[in-house]
């Protein structure tokens, strides 16, 4: 099979570069042949994971993909990880997107050798394609620290990236590990349930004033790019949702020190204090889901590989510009990365 364009990845970035490259097809004379590979059995990306209280920072009208706004919210808060997940479905629907699953990719062969295409190998066959644009994420990657004592600890242990709400943990010593958003969100999910909670993080929490959310945050990092702000870290590391907001000001959720290892029972800290846990959650963030380029160079602010001008990338944050990673970001670089594929393919 041969396409001009091949985006891996069936998530809010990979909507939105299909989106772009529909829009840029209506002037073609010419169109760009292309499909979307998602590696899900569904649509939805990975907002289909999200636990139940997982809210957006922002307003339906302000967490919108390109071409259509979100649907209104009609609950308390912020719009639903579900809500989003519906919204994302409805939208490949709508534009009736090419996107192709279960397929999972495996690898792009040709990539530094322009005498050729590339090939991408994927679960249901290869393709040749002009361009690929990679738009994984990073859910499918969580991090894991490496902290002494991890393979001793008897009780669970999991990631952000495997919580699915509260109930496990009613009536357990929980601990959640890691100062930002998720972690502040878990622990304020768990504190009314846990028989014990206890937050740590490697350094005192910096909560954004209660008032700004994803709005305020899209604003600050499209400053930074002009050079007039520190951008959204000059800000805080957490967003003040309700619910974290309730945790701290109405139960009296506050951050411990990181502790120093975990035993067979709990964790210790530096000075000795030790304490006994069931459960740890690590809240420790993500990395780029790129195992299928094996090294590729990524981009620096921008969308093309340096290895290779057919290699592009959409949504991981800062490498494609800000707030790349955010369904109302997400539109600026799938834009950048539709218009770059044309150029390339048209020589």
Same mark, same amino acid.
């Given at each position: 099979?041969?396409?001009?364009?091949?985006?891996?990845?069936?998530?809010?970035?990979?909507?939105?570069?299909?989106?772009?490259?529909?829009?840029?097809?209506?002037?073609?004379?010419?169109?760009?042949?292309?499909?979307?590979?998602?590696?899900?059995?569904?649509?939805?990306?990975?907002?289909?994971?999200?636990?139940?209280?997982?809210?957006?920072?922002?307003?339906?009208?302000?967490?919108?993909?390109?071409?259509?706004?979100?649907?209104?919210?009609?609950?308390?808060?912020?719009?639903?990880? *579900?809500?989003?997940?519906?919204?994302?479905? *409805?939208?490949?629907?709508?534009?009736?997107?090419?996107?192709?699953?279960?397929?999972?990719?495996?690898?792009?062969?040709?990539?530094?050798?322009?005498?050729?295409?590339?090939?991408?190998?994927?679960?249901?066959?290869?393709?040749?394609?002009?361009?690929?644009?990679?738009?994984?994420?990073?859910?499918?990657?969580?991090?894991?620290?490496?902290?002494?004592?991890?393979?001793?600890?008897?009780?669970?242990?999991?990631?952000?990236?495997?919580?699915?709400?509260?109930?496990?943990?009613?009536?357990?010593?929980?601990?959640?590990?890691?100062?930002?958003?998720?972690?502040?969100?878990?622990? *304020?999910?768990?504190?009314?349930?846990?028989?014990?909670?206890?937050?740590?993080?490697?350094?005192?929490?910096?909560?954004?004033?209660?008032?700004?959310?994803?709005?305020?945050?899209?604003?600050?990092?499209?400053?930074?790019?002009?050079?007039?702000?520190?951008?959204?870290?000059?800000?805080?590391?957490?967003?003040?949702?309700?619910?974290?907001? @309730?945790?701290?000001?109405?139960?009296?959720? @506050?951050? *411990?020190?990181?502790?120093?290892?975990?035993?067979?029972?709990?964790?210790?800290?530096?000075?000795?204090?030790?304490?006994?846990?069931?459960?740890?959650?690590?809240?420790?963030?993500?990395?780029?889901?790129?195992? @299928?380029?094996?090294?590729?160079?990524?981009?620096?602010?921008?969308?093309?590989?340096?290895?290779?001008?057919?290699?592009?990338?959409?949504?991981?944050?800062?490498?494609?510009?800000?707030?790349?990673?955010?369904?109302?970001?997400?539109?600026?670089?799938?834009?950048?990365?539709?218009?770059?594929?044309?150029?390339?393919?048209?020589?």
């Amino acid at each position: 099979m041969d396409l001009d364009v091949v985006i891996v990845g069936g998530g809010q970035s990979g909507l939105a570069t299909a989106w772009h490259l529909v829009r840029l097809n209506r002037r073609r004379e010419v169109p760009l042949t292309f499909e979307v590979l998602d590696d899900r059995s569904r649509a939805g990306g990975a907002w289909q994971d999200g636990w139940p209280s997982l809210e957006l920072f922002s307003p339906a009208a302000y967490s919108s993909l390109p071409g259509w706004p979100m649907p209104p919210w009609r609950g308390p808060g912020n719009p639903s990880a *579900a809500h989003v997940r519906d919204y994302l479905t *409805a939208y490949e629907q709508r534009y009736d997107l090419p996107v192709r699953r279960p397929v999972a990719v495996t690898g792009v062969s040709g990539i530094g050798d322009p005498s050729g295409p590339l090939v991408v190998h994927a679960s249901d066959g290869d393709r040749q394609a002009g361009v690929v644009v990679n738009a994984t994420g990073s859910w499918r990657r969580p991090f894991w620290p490496t902290v002494p004592g991890m393979r001793d600890f008897a009780g669970t242990q999991r990631h952000t990236a495997d919580y699915t709400g509260p109930t496990a943990y009613d009536g357990l010593r929980v601990l959640v590990v890691g100062g930002g958003n998720s972690g502040a969100q878990i622990a *304020a999910d768990l504190l009314p349930v846990a028989r014990e909670l206890t937050w740590a993080t490697q350094r005192t929490p910096r909560y954004l004033p209660d008032d700004v959310d994803g709005r305020a945050l899209f604003e600050a990092a499209t400053a930074a790019v002009a050079g007039q702000g520190g951008g959204v870290g000059s800000l805080g590391d957490i967003v003040a949702v309700p619910s974290v907001r @309730h945790a701290r000001d109405e139960l009296g959720l @506050h951050a *411990a020190p990181m502790p120093d290892r975990l035993t067979a029972s709990g964790v210790r800290w530096a000075d000795g204090t030790e304490r006994a846990f069931d459960a740890v959650i690590w809240c420790t963030g993500f990395r780029p889901a790129l195992g @299928h380029l094996r090294g590729v160079a990524r981009p620096n602010g921008g969308v093309v590989s340096p290895d290779d001008e057919r290699v592009l990338f959409v949504g991981y944050g800062d490498w494609c510009g800000p707030a790349s990673a955010t369904l109302i970001g997400v539109g600026r670089s799938a834009k950048d990365a539709a218009a770059r594929a044309a150029a390339v393919l048209d020589g």
